[in-house]
């Protein structure tokens, strides 16, 4: 009986040891597993709960280099990770690197071109303010309108160049910040409480102002939207059916409910918030969409569309892109070589021509 009895008194303090050793291992972690830097900016990362000695690394040092104590400075737009190794341990952080914001106006950065004007216009409704830039042209007249919807944790300065290119040739365009959409948002709201329907909603309430406008032409209103705006613009696509045109699609994160179900496959798995890419969500976010399937409530939008997609991008799956280009009944994806989840200068500029193309046909 005593030889049984310490048989199960060395389990229990086996099944102790493990316990501690498996928290103890858990308290060693990176501060941070994902960052959204701009382009010449820098932050520093840490491995904490241990005092072994790190080596840093990054996957690709042309978009983000680190320094032997952890400083990650920004080089060029795109994706890398950034690896920290203890011994046989190793932790990694996804950085995404955005180009930076051009801080002048238009008007300013083409002081030769005098036939725009660019204002600041906020949208106030149901308590909430909408803060954007509209571009146009100074001739009298009614235009086309288009409206852009940036990315997640974007501006709508992410869109100076777009918005500016397409009031010179002869549209009103309007860029806005979401509400608690970004850490650079204008808008009211805080991220906390912002979730793609609440997206949705913003560029609602945008597209109704905006088509009132006495410089638009109501019956000639186009959406545009970039990653996760461009997922916003889709689902406001559905109930815009009649009211627009067409719609551009730069990148559109369709992929995002699946790749947060897989993320968190269970509901009460998920946080209360969540720091991630450098914005702070709230679970309302994440639960919002646990249940829901882009593709089982997008693709009866009959006009049509353009997806501008490039075969670096490492955010977006090609498969979602294939998968939406059948999805609508008249869409056409256009692949541009050697871009990624963002396009560079000279992707840029092709882009914005097929765009200006598109809505001239219509």
């Known amino acids: ?15 102790l040891l493990a316990t501690t050793t498996i928290h103890a ?12 830097l701009e382009e010449g900016s ?17 996957s690709n040092k042309k978009v983000a280099i680190v320094s032997k104590k952890g400083k990650v400075t920004a080089k060029k737009s795109g994706n890398c990770k950034i690896t920290a190794k203890t011994s046989s341990k190793k932790y990694i952080c996804k950085v995404k690197v955005t180009k930076k914001p051009d801080s002048t106006t238009p008007a300013e950065t083409n002081a030769d071109k005098e036939d725009i004007m660019v204002k600041e216009l906020i949208i106030k409704e149901n308590n909430k303010e909408i803060y954007g830039k509209i571009y146009y042209p100074k001739k009298e007249g009614k235009y086309p309108a288009v409206i ?35 850490t650079r948002s204008k808008s009211s709201g805080k991220s906390t409480d912002m979730t793609v329907f609440t997206e949705k909603e913003d560029l609602l309430t945008v597209f109704n102002y905006i088509q009132g406008l006495e410089n638009v032409d109501p019956g000639q209103m186009f959406l545009f939207g970039g990653s996760q705006g461009g997922f916003v613009t889709t689902l406001a696509a559905e109930e815009l059916i009649d009211k627009t045109k067409g719609m551009v699609l730069y990148f559109p994160a ?7 179900r897989r993320t968190y496959p269970a509901e009460d798995k998920i946080p209360e918030t969540n720091n991630f890419w450098g914005l702070t969500l709230g679970k309302e976010f994440f639960l919002s969409i646990h249940d829901f399937y882009t593709f089982d409530n997008i693709g009866s939008y009959p006009n049509d569309v353009l997806i501008i997609y490039g ?52």
């Open 1 to 15: 009986m005593h030889k049984n009895i310490k048989k199960i008194c060395i389990t229990t303090m086996g099944i």
């Open 42 to 58: 820098s932050q520093t990362l840490k491995v904490t709960g241990s005092k072994k000695s790190v080596k840093w690394s990054s």
């Open 25 to 36: 291992a858990e308290k060693v972690k990176l501060n941070k597993t994902s960052l959204i």
């Open 148 to 182: 852009l919807s940036h990315g997640y944790n974007g501006a709508n300065s992410d869109f100076v160049r777009e918005c500016t290119y397409f009031a010179e040739n002869g549209y009103v365009a309007y860029a806005y910040d979401f509400c608690g959409g970004s």
């Open 311 to 362: 075969n670096k991008d490492n955010i977006v799956p090609y498969s979602a892109m294939l998968e939406a280009e059948k999805a609508y009944n008249s869409a056409e994806l256009i692949v541009l070589e050697n871009e990624g989840h963002g396009f560079s200068p000279s992707g840029g500029k092709k882009a914005m021509e097929m765009v200006l193309n598109f809505l001239k046909k219509h």
């Open 254 to 260: 369709l992929n995002i409910p699946d790749d947060w």
